[in-house]
């Protein structure tokens, strides 16, 4: 069964997201910032990351970053949806950064799904 990281500053993204992730079939843990994330990464890595973008401690980029020096191969999914998304393209950083999908918020679950499964797809 495919292990998830999903990380979002707001329980209102994320546990949603982890129960409907939970009901499709997969293992999945949630982080609310990039620090805890990562903590939880190093202990345990799985199969893809769910990262958001805007959050304290560790922001979504910075994460990325440090990802790929820990895990070159790790497969990331990134998502934004704060104002500063439709002004600098943070999604588009987070892409040449490493994230192999992205996902702009609001999103409808049914999106989430199939980019869970088409990232989780990707070699």
């Known amino acids: ?42 202990e345990r890595p799985g199969d893809l990351v769910i990262t958001d973008i805007h959050m304290p401690e560790k922001n979504g980029l910075e994460t990325i970053i440090e990802l790929r020096h820990i895990a070159p191969h790790a497969r990331i999914l990134a998502m934004s949806g704060s104002d500063l998304t439709d002004r600098i393209d943070v999604l588009g950083d987070a892409a040449m950064l490493g994230a192999i999908r992205t996902i702009a918020k609001p999103f409808r679950l049914e999106e989430m799904l199939l980019a869970v499964k088409h990232a989780l797809a990707e070699a």
């Open 1 to 42: 069964m495919p292990r998830i990281l999903i990380i979002d500053d707001e329980i209102g993204i994320r546990r949603p997201l982890q129960v409907l992730l939970e009901r499709a079939g997969y293992e999945v843990e949630s982080a609310a910032n990039g620090l805890e994330a990562l903590r939880s990464w190093r």
